[in-house]
């Protein structure tokens, strides 16, 4: 079984900056598609930010220019960097990688960690 284990989720103030890494285990031969997702309360889970294979970055439009998303395919890591918190980003984050298998993926998903911003 593969696993996502994130970190770094906490209490911040709003205009202040964390930063989010994810970490996969087990039988993995490559990486596809990294990002991240999250779900505020009262809220659907949405698409915060994805990186693919060759590096190419796509966000949401409530973060672009405030978050950036890389990825290090030898640590098999995905990282968020967050500044200028707004109150509106208070959520679960969860971590998501398509893993592949050579013949068929998987698509795998952390247990999520909270990201709070005090106003």
């Known amino acids: 079984q593969v696993q996502l284990v994130e970190s770094g989720g906490g209490l911040v103030q709003a205009g202040g900056s964390l930063t989010l890494s994810c970490t996969a285990s087990?039988?993995?031969?490559?990486?596809?598609?990294m990002g991240w997702y999250r779900q505020g309360p009262g809220k659907e889970r949405e698409k915060v930010a994805r990186?693919?294979?060759?590096?190419?970055?796509n966000y949401s439009d409530s973060v672009m220019g405030r978050f950036t998303i890389s990825r290090d395919d030898v640590k098999k890591q995905v990282s968020l960097e967050m500044t200028s918190f707004k109150p509106e980003d208070t959520a679960v984050y969860f971590c998501?990688?398509?893993?592949?298998?050579?013949?068929?993926?998987?698509?795998?998903w952390g247990r999520g960690t909270q990201v709070t911003v005090s106003s």
């Open positions: 998501h990688m398509q893993i592949d298998y050579e013949v068929d993926y998987r698509d795998s």
């Open positions: 087990g039988n993995i031969f490559g990486i596809l598609m």
């Open positions: 990186i693919s294979r060759a590096g190419r970055r």
